[in-house]
């Protein structure tokens, strides 16, 4: 008895001994038709055997072990057979029926390939219902099917690569796109997704990374048309189809019909309709569960997505975008920002909001509209014979803010100084995103929508405001309205000064301001500050203007400094460098003083902070204060000595590096601008006004500025004119006439120029001394004071100093400390503006508006700083 039999049930085993027992009673002619009756029935059963398996052969000299063995092998195709008729559909239970579906001849090759689209049906089941690790197991099946495949093709020396079934490309294609888009969604989500699922996930994403090298060049041409690339493999492979039974026919169909009817089931084992007549329904249940404690974000950005694709009618497509980009931007509350493919897909899928309203009027979003049934399709009617638009609820303006705002908090979460190119790859994006605000622009300007409008182009200047004409004619160049780099900073700027909204109009002075200044129209941008009287109420505007106002100011005192206004640059840049915390008042970094700060305002100081590729170079302004100071204070410096000249020197920061430098026993070589500018200032004190030229234009980092040869031109001409200046305050007292010839060739200066140079300290009474035009020379006089006079002279400079000071106690315990400031600018526009207003000591160094950026008055020279008041925004402390 072989091994199957003894596997067989116990009704068997009696049957069988039964018939024995049967065959050893019966005799004569009944025995012998037995016998030959079970001989027929063995024969008739080892040819189906046979006709079965390819490898048979007819024997009837075969032992009765090999005919178990036989046996053992027709019941396993019996069972294969069935099987293959159960995912073919068949659904017959009649007997006749199933020994006709037995009879029906099945190759190799199309086993496998009926294996292969079971495993895909279960691939797209297992990845509508989310069981990735079903999904993974299946598609391993399906990488067996295609690597036997692959070895079939090659034997019958057929090229491999133009055999490649398109069901698998198809399915390649369509499962890499889910388990990438799962990942993207799933990213914040990973603790919340089982172990299993997780690691099949992953597991599946670097098999198909790797599939996807392996059939780089037969997926390249099934990519660029797929129908071709289906026909030409039917036409290659072309051969008659298997007979099937009518009942497997219809089954087939009816399968097929089943599969078209296939329902989604969402999360709680609820149905989605993801069909065109069930997408209002769909929508509302998820609105239901939006703001739910366990709403599965990522499910429900997929389910909008599939809503997106079954949507027929221009009010569904409204309907679903409406919901799809929000549930994009929502998916961010527990990350620092949505990743950046979410991004893009939110960025496309509001240009195609804004294109499908652009091209039908007859629908349109506002913020308040009527009452409506979301259950029913709405379209346009006629009433009175005039068209009524159909009104959906929603805000567009929002939306686009708070796309540029996640774009914003992208570039923040991005290092732009790692090797890869993240940053560059990201900053790219900008230009599609200008792209649709432009579009965004025009569709308010349509409807009429004058606020939303007027943000828009606000939002759209802050994209190019501080760019370089380059950059924004290359922006311009990708929407249809063109226009010049200039006129279009100006013509936005224009229309926002049109606006109802202050702050709007705050800013947008700011950006102008900005602009000009960045392309060297210094007049006009110090005209248009001090016509804004912005520098007298920035302390109280929010602290996004104040951070602008302190960029639109940095940036003005470096156009005057690149024009050779070395007196108003020094002036501008003054207090910004007095608080040694310039990063942080231009919004570069947080604050360095952490222990004040707690962690909620550490998180708002950070998320003010600007993208790296707007960024102002600190050091680069840095060295154009410090090189104006040095041109200023270095003569003043040389004067002689006493109260008042040391009064004068205004920048305490410059005058600090000095005393370092002298208290240093040995410098070396200058390793940084600080240095170099340090190092140049000795020398100009000790005469060597060549030396500290060279070692001014040496600095590397006059490359950044765009007028850099005119720049470096300028400062070798005041080096040489200050020089001057400084040689005649220290040398003066050892000489009682200096020729004006020798001073010209000294300092390679013409003799007009010299001439100039000392007419003008005379009459300043800077230099006591006289000219000789006929013998061309400078005759100097000395003055001899006594020790009395001396004494007299600083006793009246401290009286001032302390009728000062008592004046301005008895305006604070009066209550008219306006009053006294008044008096205090009176005296310094009377004074022909040769010092400062230092009547508002006490309000830099304590009070204000405590954690934000609040304008600093400052002291300088002449008219300008009398009429430009503050300066500088500076933030005290924290809240």
Known sequence: MSFFAKLGSDDDSSSSSGSESEESILSGDEGLAQDQKLAEAKK????????????????????????????????????????????????????????????????????????????????????????????????????????????????????????????????????????????????S?????????????????????????????????????????????????????????????????GDDEANEDFMTIGKGGKALNLTPEGVFKTLRDIFEQRGRKNTDRAETIKILSKLLEVSETTYQKLRVLLALVPARLDYSQNLAHIPHESWVQGRSELDQLITLLLQNEDYVVQETVGEYDDLVEREPTAVNGKKERVAVAGSLISLLESLDNEFTKTLQHTDAHEKGSDYIERLREETPLYTLIVKAQSLFERENLSDSSARAVMRRLEHVYAKPNIIIDHFESKVTDKRSAD?????????????????????????????????????????????????????????????LYNRAIMQLGLAAFKLGYITECQTILADMFATQRQKELLAQSVQRFQQQLSPEQELIEKRRLLPFHMHMNVELLEAAYLTSCMLIEVPLLASVDTEEQRRRVTSKVFKRLLDLADRQAFMGPPENTRDHIIKASKALQAGEWEKARDLILSIKIWSLLDNVDEVKDILSKKIQEEGLRTYLFTYSSYYASLSLSHLSTTFSLPQQTVTSIISRMIYTDELPASLDQIDGVVIFHRIEQSEVQRLAQQLAEKTASLLDQNEKNLDLKLGSANQGQERDGQRTTGAGGQEGNRGNNTERRGGGNRGSYRGRGGRGRGGFNAGLGSTMGRRVAAQ
């Not at 052969?57 to 019941?75: A, C, K, M, N, Q």
């Open 44 to 187: 008739s059963k080892n040819k189906a055997s046979m006709f079965l398996r390819s490898d048979a052969e007819d024997s009837d000299e075969e032992s009765s072990d090999e005919e178990d063995e036989e046996e053992l092998t027709d019941s396993d195709d019996e069972r294969a057979a069935k099987g293959n008729k159960f995912l073919m559909g068949a659904d017959s239970t009649d007997e006749d029926e199933e020994e006709e579906d037995k009879t029906v001849v099945l190759s190799a090759k199309d086993k496998r390939f009926a294996e292969m689209e079971a495993a895909i049906h279960n691939i797209t089941n297992a990845v509508r219902n989310s069981d990735w690790v079903l999904a993974s197991s299946e598609l391993d099946k399906v990488f067996r099917f295609i690597q036997r495949h692959q070895v079939t093709v090659v034997a019958t020396t057929v090229s491999a690569a133009g055999h490649i079934p398109p069901r698998f490309l198809e399915i390649l294609v369509s499962l890499e796109k889910d388990v990438n888009d799962t990942l993207t969604a799933e990213k």
């Open 189 to 253: 989500a990973k603790k919340k997704m089982a172990p299993g699922k997780a690691k099949a996930l992953n597991g599946m994403k670097q098999t198909l990374k790797k599939k996807q090298k392996e059939f780089e060049a037969v997926l390249k041409i099934y990519l660029e048309d797929p129908a071709a690339y289906t026909s030409a493999y039917e036409t290659a492979n072309a051969a008659p189809a298997p007979k099937q039974s009518v009942k497997r026919a219809q089954a087939a169909q």
């Open 487 to 547: 006129a279009l900073i100006h013509d936005l700027c224009v229309h926002i000064y049109g606006s109802d909204a202050p702050v709007l109009r705050a800013r947008a002075i700011l950006f102008h301001i900005y602009n000009h200044a960045t392309h060297g129209r210094y007049h006009q941008a110090r005209d248009l500050l001090l016509m804004s009287h912005l520098q007298d109420t920035i302390q109280h505007a929010d602290v996004t203007t104040q951070i």
